[in-house]
């Protein structure tokens, strides 16, 4: 209970800070893994996002894919995913934007007592209105357990990271995405985070940042003979 209570209180002036200001969107995320053989996961992850704290819904995201651990420090990831933009005035009318993607990705670890070092390097092919673009995004995402030295159910732990997407088409740069937040192990298989997220979108049109409170939702179905050290980062 108390590290229940701990958690909501981290999460407490974000919140508050977050129904004042209001110009804030909302990000909600909830993502399955599976563990279905030996260092084998399946992922599925579904997205909304909104303009505004509660409404102006106007994107989504079904996504999926496969994860395979070479070891503990080392993943190796493809996936596939419809993402979907909206006119948040006439969500009946037609999609302003429908993307196709794929990506590959490898992933590594770092553990450094309670420092957790997450570097995810991924290559995006998209398909957006048909035409075809590339992508590439590198994250470096921290997690630190605050009453544990390993994330085990009943840890609260703070996570940040920075990503940074680029394009092979001038002007080449296309974004950042800055993160800091919450999580809490509720359970072996339960995470739950909330944080702020800040994006911000570049191009020879237009550029802006739009701050987000973003809530995530994590169920992780591991193996009884799964040793490795928890890492509970944000698929997305």
Not at 141 to 169: C, M, R, W, Y
Request: glycine share 6%; proline share 4%.
């Amino acid at each position: 209970m108390k590290k229940c209570l701990l958690f909501f209180a981290c999460c407490l002036p974000l919140l508050v800070f977050a129904q004042k200001d209001k110009v804030w969107g909302s990000w909600t995320i909830a993502n399955v893994q599976y563990e279905f053989a030996p260092r084998w996961f399946a992922y599925m992850e579904l997205q909304a996002r909104s303009h505004a704290m509660a409404n102006r819904f106007f994107y989504y995201e079904i996504k999926g894919g496969l994860n395979y651990r070479i070891n503990k420090d080392f993943i190796a990831f493809v996936g596939f995913g419809n993402y979907g933009t909206y006119n948040w005035q006439n969500l009946r009318g037609m999609k302003t934007q429908d993307e196709l993607r794929i990506w590959e990705q490898f992933v590594i670890n770092q553990y450094l007592s309670r420092l957790k070092f997450e570097h995810r390097f991924r290559f995006e092919q998209a398909w957006i209105n048909k035409k075809f673009r590339n992508r590439f995004r590198y994250r470096i995402n921290l997690i630190v357990p605050l009453n544990n030295k390993t994330v085990q159910p009943g840890t609260v732990f703070l996570s940040a990271f920075d990503e940074l997407f680029l394009t092979d088409t001038p002007p080449f740069f296309m974004r950042n995405r800055i993160y800091a937040g919450v999580g809490y192990q509720v359970t072996p298989f339960l995470t739950m985070q909330l944080g702020w997220l800040n994006q911000f979108n570049y191009s020879f049109a237009a550029k802006g940042a739009k701050n987000n409170l973003m809530l995530s939702l994590n169920f992780r179905f591991v193996r009884k003979d799964n040793k490795f050290e928890r890492m509970p980062t944000l698929p997305d």
